[in-house]
């Protein structure tokens, strides 16, 4: 079940980029946010009561990993959603969520060559995807202006607000 909810907000927001200009905005929305709270909520998650128990309790390490993964990919989301959307804020969402969504690749890997369980590997590739796309598009925003005020087209603090006055 939450495989097939993943995969259906996933082809939501492909569909919704797709009508971008028509009315896909609103559900490109809905769909990213949806993905967002999905992992989210996903880092919180207890394993199901039907799936086989592993067969050492997970670590401390293995806890936090998983739950960076999960809120770092959710970060990630959200920030593809503001870039897509041209909505302020999306660099530091892109940069934060796709460093910490591709930093927790590798420890899993790792576990996953030990226990050779599925699901680690799944979860390496889908931090893979989310983490990457996030920091491909971080690199594709301009450059941050520089206003000495906060305030783009006022004048620098100090100097007069117009210069079309000659000078005596």
Partial sequence: MKKHLELLLIGLALVGYGLLHLWG???????????ATYYFLSAFQR?????????SPPGLTTIILRKIGWIGSSAAVVGILYFLRHWPGSGPLLAVGGCSALMTTLPVLLQYLKSQDRRLLMAALRAVLVGGLALALFSQLPPPSH????????????LPATTDTVPA
């Fill in 47 to 55: 394993p199901a009561p039907d799936q086989p128990a592993p067969a």
């Fill in 25 to 35: 905005g609103q559900l490109l929305t809905v769909a990213l946010l949806g993905l």
């Fill in 147 to 158: 206003q000495p005020n906060g305030r783009p087209g006022a004048p620098p603090t100090g």
